[in-house]
């Protein structure tokens, strides 16, 4: 990892180093820098900059080096003809060149120009292509460590019910023994039990999956050991979201090499100088030569290879207006999502607290018998979906969020700035 590496994670570890953070998400979103996918499009971007270069050197030519070395059965005539070989022509059996030429390409109608815009248009595309991959995989990251605390959460719910139940058990068997309680309500309890542990194989088994995408994600394999981070607020909307500028990119890059295709077309001029030395007998004088070389391209299928990146600019474009429509909809499907998953969590902390007085009212009643067994394992039961559902719209919120850091473009500094911060 190149782009992101030399400033990105330096800029991270200085950051925390003056904030203290040490957070368990930070670490973890910290690792996700490192993950095979985020440098594979930091190798492409590098790769984009190097074509940028490249595309910037055109205007100072090229040439090339050249020696060679011959030997004939007979003399041969050596160098080029000139009124001095005349005079005195040099022969030879081994004679050997060297020679330099180089080559300066004359602009005239724009054809380097059009491969510079193509090559920065597509290394502002690389990069922001970058920036994507990283905050997708750490949005990864963050839905799979939010949904593997709310899993753990629900988890401890449940285990907090099955004591619950185990003590009613005990207290039940102990009745239908001396006659003061009913069998029925012992198949209540024992019936509750067996639904408690179907539920914790089937909250194992999501642990198990959340657990394996958050080492997918970071590389590391950790459980959350921390609570559950504050929500950030709801970010302010840019001026233009990352798949917005991604489509403009694209477009520009596609309409870039458009324009170098059509212009490649026409004729090209070049300032030409070689320079030739011979070796092989005495009196062989050197060899040098200016001029300028008219090209005209005569290439038939080059004209439709032109039009076929017409096409697809036009296309490109239409891309990047579908993209603004997108990108609305995503990003008012996650403030939806958002708002209503703050709206349930504030809703929920006070229906938790409420149930939890109602299941121990509930239980002092149903062991004097007041209340019937069902009921107090209806609350029960009502109680821990609850909390479950707390749990769940925690994770939504920060779920929600962190889509629309990866649609927005966020900052990769800012988004683990944000989750790391005390």
Wanted: with cysteine; hydrophobic share 45%; net charge negative.
């Amino acid at each position: 990892m190149k782009a992101l590496s030399a400033a990105a994670i330096l800029g991270l570890w200085l950051t925390c180093s003056h904030t203290a953070c040490a957070s368990e998400l930070g670490d973890l979103l910290r690792a996700t820098l490192e993950h095979p996918a985020v440098q594979a499009r930091s190798l492409d971007t590098q790769a984009a900059r190097d074509d940028m270069s490249a595309a910037n050197r055109l205007y100072l030519g090229g040439g090339g080096f050249s020696a060679e070395s011959s030997r004939y059965e007979d003399r041969r005539f050596a160098g080029v003809l000139s009124p001095a070989t005349f005079a005195n022509p040099p022969f030879a059996r081994t004679i050997s060149r060297y020679g330099v030429s180089y080559s300066i390409p004359i602009d005239l109608f724009g054809v380097i120009t059009a491969s510079r815009e193509a090559a920065k248009s597509n290394m502002a595309a690389a990069e922001l292509i970058e920036r994507q991959e990283t905050l997708l995989k750490l949005h990864a990251a963050v839905d799979s460590y939010t949904r593997l605390q709310a899993l753990q959460r629900q988890a401890a719910a449940v285990r907090a019910q099955r004591q619950r139940v185990d003590t009613t058990l005990d207290r039940i068997r102990q009745e239908v023994q001396v006659q003061l309680a009913a069998g029925v309500d012992l198949k209540l309890a024992e019936s509750e039990a067996a639904r408690i542990a179907s539920d914790e194989v089937r909250l194992r088994g999501m642990m198990e999956e959340a657990r394996a995408s958050l080492r997918e994600a970071t590389g590391r394999d950790a459980l959350p050991s921390q609570p559950p981070r504050p929500i950030p607020s709801w970010p302010v909307d840019i001026a233009e979201a990352l798949p917005v500028q991604l489509a403009r990119a694209q477009a520009e890059a596609i309409g870039a090499q458009a324009k170098e295709a059509h212009r490649a077309l026409l004729p090209s001029i070049a300032a030409v100088g070689d320079y030739s030395q011979y070796d092989g007998t005495s009196g062989i004088p050197d060899a040098w030569g200016v001029g300028a070389r008219f090209t005209m391209p005569l290439d038939l299928s080059a004209h439709e290879r032109a039009n076929a990146l017409d096409a697809r600019a036009r296309a490109a474009e239409r891309r990047q207006a579908a993209a603004v429509g997108e990108v609305m909809r995503q990003l008012a499907g996650l403030r939806a999502a958002y708002d209503s998953a703050l709206a349930d969590l504030a809703a929920i902390e006070t229906e938790v607290a409420a149930r939890q007085q109602v299941v121990e009212v509930q239980a002092e009643l149903q062991r004097v018998g007041v209340t019937s067994m069902e009921d107090l394992l209806r609350q029960q039961r009502d109680l821990v979906d609850a909390e479950s559902r707390r749990a769940e719209a925690q994770a939504r919120a920060m779920q929600s969020w962190s889509a629309s850091q990866v649609v927005l473009g966020a900052s990769v500094h800012d988004f683990i700035a944000q989750l790391d911060s005390d």
